[in-house]
C-alpha cells in the first residue's frame, strides 16, 4: 500500500471516529427527542406500577416528552427484565422492577440475560420486609412468636415462591430462628393478606409497602417485626428484629428503574437527575411513605452500587438456603 493511501485510510478512520462521538454527545444532548417507555416488570397496580406512573407523569413533565407505561408481568419479573435487556440502548426503553432482579440473578436457573446487562438509573424507594399475623394471635411480638413456637412447625405464607418475602422469611426461620416452617404460596399480596385475616395461615411474610402497612395501622393485622434498622413512621408500634433479639439482619423489597447496559452514560445521568427531583417533591414523599415505603435519592453510582449489593446480598440467603427456580 502506498503512502497517500495509507494517509487516507487514517484520515478516514479518524474522522469516522470523530463522527461517531460527536453524534453521540449530540444524542445525549439532544434527548430525550421522542416518547420514554417505562416496561414494568409486573402486573398493573402492584407497587412497581404505581411507582412507574408517579414517576412517569413527573418525567413528562419535566423532560417534555410523552412517557407510556406498559405492563409486562410473568417469570417472576424476567419477561420484562429480557425486553429490556434485549432493547436498543438509546434511553427510550427502561425496566421498573423489583428486589426481583436482584434475587433472579441467584434464584433462577434458566435466564437469558443477567445483572450486568442493565445500568441502575436509580432506586427510587424501599419497603422493610415484615412479618405479621391475625390480632386473635396471642404473640404480641416476633420474640414471644418464636418463643411459641419452639418443638413445633410453623407455616406462613407469602405471595410467590421466590418472592423477597419468601425468601427473607425462610432465611429467619430456618436460618437465625433455627424453627421448622412450611411455606405457604399465593398467587399474590392480596390472597395472602386475606388468608392471614381468616387465620388460614400462621404468619404473612410481606412488606410493609405492599399493603401490611394500612392493615396494621387499622387494626385488622398485628405487626410482629420488620427487618429494618430501626422503626418505621407508618406504623411505629412495630419493633424491629434487632430490638427482639435478632440484631444484623435486615432485608427490604425497592423499586426501581434500569436501562440497558450499553445505554449513553450521559442519558443515565439525566435520567437519574430528572428522578432525584421528582421523589424529592413533597407530594411523592409523603405519598411514598403513606404507604410504607421509605424515598431514595442518590447519584446513579450510588443506585448502581446498591443494587450489586442487593445483588450479594439475596444471592447468599438463596445459597443458604439451596433454593432454585428453573
Not at 404473612?204 to 396494621?216: E, H, P, R, V, Y
Not at 418505621?232 to 434500569?258: M, N, R
Amino acid at each position: 500500500m502506498t503512502c497517500p493511501r495509507i494517509v487516507r485510510l487514517v484520515l478516514a478512520m479518524v474522522t469516522a471516529s470523530t463522527l461517531a462521538l460527536s453524534g453521540g454527545r449530540a444524542g445525549a444532548e439532544t434527548y430525550p427527542a421522542n416518547k420514554i417507555t417505562l416496561i414494568v416488570a409486573f402486573a398493573a397496580g402492584g407497587v412497581a406500577d404505581t411507582l412507574a406512573r408517579i414517576i412517569g407523569q413527573g418525567l413528562s413533565e419535566r423532560l417534555q416528552q410523552s412517557v407510556v407505561v406498559e405492563n409486562r408481568g410473568g417469570a417472576g419479573g424476567n419477561i420484562a427484565a429480557m425486553a429490556v435487556a434485549r432493547a436498543v440502548p438509546d434511553g427510550y426503553t427502561l425496566l421498573v422492577t423489583t428486589t426481583a432482579l436482584a434475587i433472579n440473578e441467584t434464584l433462577r436457573e434458566t435466564r437469558q440475560f443477567s445483572s450486568s446487562d442493565f445500568k441502575t438509573v436509580a432506586i427510587v424507594a424501599s419497603s422493610p420486609e415484615a412479618l405479621v399475623t391475625s390480632p386473635s394471635n396471642p404473640a404480641s411480638n416476633l420474640a414471644d412468636f418464636v418463643k411459641a413456637a419452639q418443638g413445633k412447625t410453623i407455616n406462613f405464607g407469602s405471595a410467590g415462591v421466590g418472592s423477597g418475602s419468601h425468601i427473607e422469611a425462610e432465611y429467619f426461620f430456618k436460618v437465625l430462628a433455627k424453627i421448622p416452617a412450611v411455606h405457604i404460596p399465593f398467587q399474590g399480596g392480596a390472597p395472602a393478606i386475606n388468608a392471614t385475616l381468616g387465620n388460614q395461615i400462621d404468619l404473612l411474610a410481606t412488606t410493609l409497602g405492599g399493603g401490611a402497612a394500612a392493615q396494621i395501622a387499622a387494626g385488622k393485622l398485628k405487626g410482629l417485626g420488620i427487618a429494618a434498622e430501626k422503626r418505621a413512621a407508618v406504623v411505629p408500634d412495630v419493633p424491629t428484629y434487632a430490638e427482639l433479639g435478632f440484631p444484623g439482619f435486615t432485608a427490604e423489597s425497592w423499586v426501581g428503574f434500569f436501562l440497558p447496559a450499553k445505554t449513553d452514560p450521559q442519558i443515565a445521568a439525566k435520567l437519574n437527575a430528572a428522578i432525584n427531583e421528582i421523589v424529592k417533591t413533597p407530594d411523592v414523599q409523603a405519598r411514598l411513605t403513606t404507604i410504607g415505603f421509605n424515598p431514595i435519592n442518590g447519584s446513579q453510582a450510588q443506585a448502581d452500587a446498591m443494587f450489586k449489593a442487593e445483588v450479594e446480598k439475596w444471592g447468599n440467603m438463596v445459597k443458604a438456603l439451596d433454593l432454585s427456580i428453573k
